[in-house]
C-alpha cells in the first residue's frame, strides 16, 4: 500500500513513488540508452557535444612553467645574469 496524501495545495502526493523516482534518478544512465539517444539526436540533425579528454600534457606544461616562474625569480633576486644565447653578462644597473 503507497502512502498517499494531500498536500497544502490540495495535490495527492505519493511519497512511495516520489521514492522510487529519486532512486531512478540517482542511478547513472546505461551505456546503451546513451549510444541510442545519440544515434536518434544525429538521425534528426541535432549534433551532439563531445566532451574533449583533458590533455596529457597539462603536467609537463605546468612543469616548465613552474621552472619558468622560478628562473625569473632568480633572475630578478640576482646582480648579475648571464645571456645563454648570447654568451654575454649583462649587469642590471642603470645607466644614465
Known amino acids: 500500500m503507497s502512502k498517499k496524501t494531500r ?3 490540495g495535490d495527492h ?6 521514492a522510487i523516482k529519486q532512486q531512478l534518478a540517482t542511478k547513472p544512465v546505461p551505456v ?13 540533425g541535432i549534433k551532439s557535444k ?3 579528454p583533458a ?3 597539462l ?6 612553467a613552474v621552472e619558468a616562474v622560478r628562473a625569473a625569480e632568480v633572475a630578478a ?13 649583462v649587469s642590471k644597473t642603470k645607466s644614465k
Do not use: T
Request: net charge negative.
Open 32 to 44: 546503451g540508452v546513451n549510444e541510442r539517444r545519440r544515434f536518434i539526436d544525429e538521425k534528426d
Open 59 to 64: 603536467p609537463e606544461a605546468f612543469q616548465i
Open 7 to 9: 498536500s497544502a495545495r
Open 50 to 52: 563531445v566532451v574533449a
Open 77 to 89: 633576486s640576482s646582480d648579475v645574469v648571464e645571456g645563454v644565447e648570447q654568451n654575454i653578462v
Open 13 to 18: 502526493v505519493d511519497f512511495d513513488l516520489l
Open 55 to 57: 590533455p596529457a600534457a
